[in-house]
């Protein structure tokens, strides 16, 4: 939809520059690998080898340093072993629909992006020297990516932007103009699990784990050679950009005189969330055997890995705690430049720019960096240690992440013949 006048009158013009919407499908096809219907109920005669029952694992008497395994019965886990909480992730699975056991499954994996984009204008003229104009434009971006665990693995972003600008110019003079400008950008940057209010005890979890998760989402499960479920991660960030200028324009006889003042404040708030619903992770270390120690059989990884994962016995396992940030950043920059028209054929340019940008400070000091010249805590052991974590705004450091560079000087030269 474009509309370029909505309204024009004698010293005001009304401009609705447009509205565009956007929406994209993307689809492509996938192949995966799925637990067999055996696997998912504890039969592994399908492996090449045997699987091993790890609460068996006993010192080898011929081996000092060494360790033996007896395997389980039939290679079959009794269901009093399997584990309750992995045993409810396997609905999240969809059975096999193509032959064996490797890339087993196909699948079309959706993608969907929404994007809709606007701006307002409005000119005005005060009189024959003064005039102003102001814009507004706004950008909203959504995106969607899509899986086949019931959905609990996909996860969606939301972008949206305002951009606004205020210009006023004045003809001070007949040789002198003056435009001053104010803009300012805003940007909200969203990304939310599928699964986000998920409740982790109705799949079997504690209320002790529970309660550590920083986000309530269903949690990642790794399995080595099987795809993973579920999708952890989320992130709430909004960046600022306030801008100022000042900018004059002075004519006299051959000089054409430039100079101005720009002037910047930008705010990052981010919230990121990585890893805050927990991560398990399985291989076929807990299930390999007789020597536990030795190499996993050829074709046996995927089963072993499946094997402890219904074993309830991760090879590791994390939740991430993170805080949150608000820093903000000044940035000052003069400059002056003049264009000086020596002769008709020849013409110099001749400018100087000033610069200062400060280092990141953040609201409540929740940052710290690296000082190669601190007393190590270590050298109090006698060893000659330097470096170490310095704390912004705590024992007089300063607040900015680093020290203002004042000696920002970028001078300019140019001729034209």
Not at 71 to 85: D, E, H, L, Q, S
Not at 141 to 153: A, K, L, M, T
Request: hydrophobic share 35%; net charge positive.
């Amino acid at each position: 939809l474009s509309i370029p006048k909505l309204y024009s009158g004698k010293d005001r013009t009304f401009i609705f520059g447009g509205f565009e919407g956007t929406k994209v499908r993307q689809y492509s096809y996938a192949t995966t690998t799925v637990p067999t219907a055996l696997m998912r109920n504890g039969n592994f005669s399908e492996a090449p080898a045997l699987i091993y029952d790890p609460n068996t694992t006993t010192a080898n008497p011929g081996n000092p340093g060494r360790y033996l395994r007896a395997p389980f019965a039939g290679n079959i886990i009794p269901a009093n072993r399997m584990n309750t909480v992995n045993l409810n992730y396997n609905q999240f699975y969809p059975l096999p629909n193509a032959p064996g056991i490797v890339n087993n499954y196909n699948w079309v994996n959706s993608i969907g992006t929404d994007d809709a984009q606007g701006t307002v204008r409005v000119d005005h003229n005060f009189n024959a020297t003064s005039r102003l104009f102001g814009r507004w434009s706004i950008t909203d971006n959504s995106y969607r990516n899509g899986d086949w665990e019931n959905g609990i693995s996909a996860w969606s972003q939301f972008v949206k932007a305002n951009t606004f600008v205020l210009n006023y110019t004045k003809i001070l003079s007949p040789t002198l103009v003056m435009d001053l400008r104010y803009g300012f950008a805003l940007q909200r940057n969203q990304m939310v699990p599928t699964s986000m209010g998920t409740d982790a005890s109705a799949l079997g979890f504690s209320q002790q784990f529970k309660g550590q998760q920083i986000i309530p989402v269903i949690p990642t499960l790794s399995i080595s050679g099987i795809r993973g479920i579920g999708y952890d991660s989320s992130r709430n960030w909004s960046r600022y950009s306030h801008a100022v200028a000042a900018n004059f324009s002075w004519v006299h006889g051959g000089h054409t005189v430039k100079f101005g003042w720009d002037g910047r404040l930008m705010r990052n708030n981010e919230l990121s969330l990585d890893a805050g619903g927990g991560r398990f992770s399985y291989d076929p270390s807990f299930a390999n055997g007789p020597n536990p120690q030795a190499a996993v059989p050829a074709g046996q990884s995927t089963f072993g890995a499946y094997a402890t994962f219904l074993l309830g016995l991760p090879r590791s396992g994390n939740i991430a705690y993170n805080d949150s940030l608000a820093r903000q950043q000044y940035y000052h920059g003069f400059f002056i430049q003049d264009d000086w028209k020596v002769t008709p054929r020849l013409t110099l340019n001749m400018g100087l720019r000033y610069e200062i940008e400060t280092g990141f400070t953040e609201r409540f000091n929740r940052q710290a960096n690296f000082d190669p010249y601190l007393t190590n805590p270590l050298a109090t052991t006698g060893l000659p240690l330097q470096g170490g974590v310095s704390f912004s705004g705590i024992n007089g450091n300063p607040r900015n992440l680093w020290k203002t560079d004042v000696n920002h000087f970028s001078p300019r030269f140019g001729f034209a013949y």
